[in-house]
């Protein structure tokens, strides 16, 4: 994959995955296939100084339970184990009062229970910027969450102006998981680069994963 690794389900034909984590191989995270299906995968991040972290992409299905099982059971695990949590999610739900939203629905009042209930997950959403944008309308749908710890170590969330591919905009964050500092690099627009443009990107990418970690957020929207 041109010098990134990939996390999903293999199990399923690719056209039926709807959530994987995209990471350089410089960053030191094994697959845990307990806990990856169609709408979720899931990495242990290992060699942080916030000590190992479940990195999970989850996609949360507008006909399914607002909060899947599978999340819920890794969340207990994380609990039990002492381990941290950082989610890159669609939750196809809305709360104004966790994420910005411009109205509350059912889905997010299922959202706002689990949280509380739950205790030591926080949101890491910023402002009220929409991130699903289509001509049908436009809401706050893709949630960055973490333990407080990872959550610490956050900087830069932001909802960025450029749609990657996709009805949803990016989301970028800097993770501090080494000793220094890196300001947030945009990305690359993909849809608009040319042969000559590619040059250097995987060199990039690894400067990028050498102390700090760069994540990019996308998620697919609703089938």
Request: aromatic residues 10%; hydrophobic residues 40%; glycine residues 8%.
């Amino acid at each position: 994959m041109g010098g990134a690794e990939a996390i999903f389900d293999k199990s399923i034909p690719n056209a039926d995955v709807r959530a994987a984590l995209i990471y350089s191989p410089q960053h030191h995270m094994w697959e845990q296939s307990d806990f990856c299906n169609r709408d979720m995968a899931t990495g242990l991040l290992t060699g942080t100084k916030l000590g190992d972290i479940y990195v999970i992409a989850l996609y949360c299905h507008q006909d399914a339970p607002a909060v899947p099982r599978k999340f819920r059971q890794l969340a207990a695990r994380a609990k039990q184990e002492g381990r941290e949590l950082l989610v890159l999610s669609d939750v196809n739900a809305h709360s104004q009062a966790l994420w910005g939203g411009k109205d509350t629905n059912a889905r997010g009042k299922k959202w706002e229970e689990f949280l509380e209930r739950q205790g030591q997950i926080t949101i890491m959403n910023k402002g009220d910027k929409f991130t699903f944008v289509t001509a049908r309308g436009q809401s706050v749908i893709d949630v960055t969450l973490a333990t407080p710890k990872v959550a610490s170590a956050t900087n830069f969330w932001e909802v960025c102006d450029y749609v990657p591919a996709s009805d949803h905009l990016a989301i970028s964050f800097v993770l501090q998981t080494g000793g220094g500092w890196t300001m947030p690099f945009r990305g690359w627009d993909v849809g608009r680069m040319k042969d000559s443009d590619w040059e250097g990107v995987q060199s990039k990418m690894e400067e990028l994963s050498l102390g700090n970690s760069y994540l990019p957020q996308r998620a697919k929207s609703p089938l």
